[in-house]
């Protein structure tokens, strides 16, 4: 695992976009999060692909999680949101983007294609973001370290935090499809991205902690190219922040 301290968040985008660009100038097939973590990310990869640095031309991509009971082309949509935020501003296929199916009357039948189709390609780089319980995607604490893509019930603090995005809360989905963190850890590459002391916990048991389910973001210590962007108000509670610092000057380049 490697762990990058940067000052500000707009740092943290700079060096995960560094390290996704080249896999889409590959053709790879990235793995996209939605929600405020990733956002400078999105927002520097937009940059270098309007100063033709980059190009998205052959890639394919897969969200990590959509509502139960949203179509693709609802407002408040994940599969929406991502094209807003992201895949609208580059040259990626519009096809070639994947998300759940939340409209599916079978959510369960949704859950078990997404993961076929998942499986049935090989997920160069995955860009992740982290919730201030520690949680993945819907990977609430308890999740199974090995769970596949599953419909995950949403706490009531999830969709009270959530009614922001809607006319009332009544109108926030209930359940939501998401993939499992065995699915996460299949990826080849895993960047997570995390700024704001309000993660710092998160941070700190996802790096520092033991691997346990009370902590899904801890699963990535398992993994052989798992690499931790963090502005410095995240990494505030990490024990061996000055190590990390020191390592990432002597890394070879």
Same mark, same amino acid.
């Given at each position: 695992m490697d762990i990058i301290i940067c000052k500000d968040e707009q740092e943290v985008g700079k060096a995960a976009a560094a390290l996704i660009a080249p896999f889409a100038t590959k053709g790879g097939t990235l793995g996209l999060a939605t929600g405020s973590s990733p956002l400078s990310t999105y927002q520097e990869l937009i940059r270098m692909y309007e100063a033709g640095e980059v190009s998205f031309k052959n890639c394919k991509a897969f969200l990590l999680d959509e509502y139960v009971g949203l179509t693709r082309d609802d407002e408040n949509s994940y599969f929406k949101t991502i094209r807003k935020e992201f895949t609208d501003h580059i040259d990626i296929v519009d096809e070639e983007v994947y998300s759940p199916d939340g409209a599916n009357p079978d959510p369960y039948e949704a859950a078990a294609e997404y993961e076929a189709k998942i499986a049935a390609e090989s997920v160069d780089v995955q860009i992740l973001g982290i919730g201030g319980n520690g949680h993945i995607a819907f990977n609430e604490p308890s999740s199974s370290l090995s769970g596949l893509t599953k419909v995950q019930a949403l706490h009531p603090k999830t969709v009270e935090d959530n009614a922001r995005f809607f006319n009332t809360i009544e109108e926030v989905p209930t359940h939501a499809l998401t993939q499992g963190l065995g699915t996460l850890s299949r990826a080849q590459n895993i960047v997570l991205v995390a700024t704001g002391e309000g993660k710092a916990d998160a941070i700190r048991g996802t790096v520092e902690g033991p691997v346990t389910a009370s902590c899904p973001g801890s699963i990535l210590q398992m993994h052989n190219n798992a690499t931790i962007i963090v502005d410095e108000a995240a990494?505030?509670? +990490?024990?061996?922040?000055?190590?990390?610092? +020191?390592?990432e000057q002597l890394k070879l380049r």
């Open positions: 990494a505030s509670k +990490l024990e061996n922040a000055d190590h990390y610092r +020191l390592m």
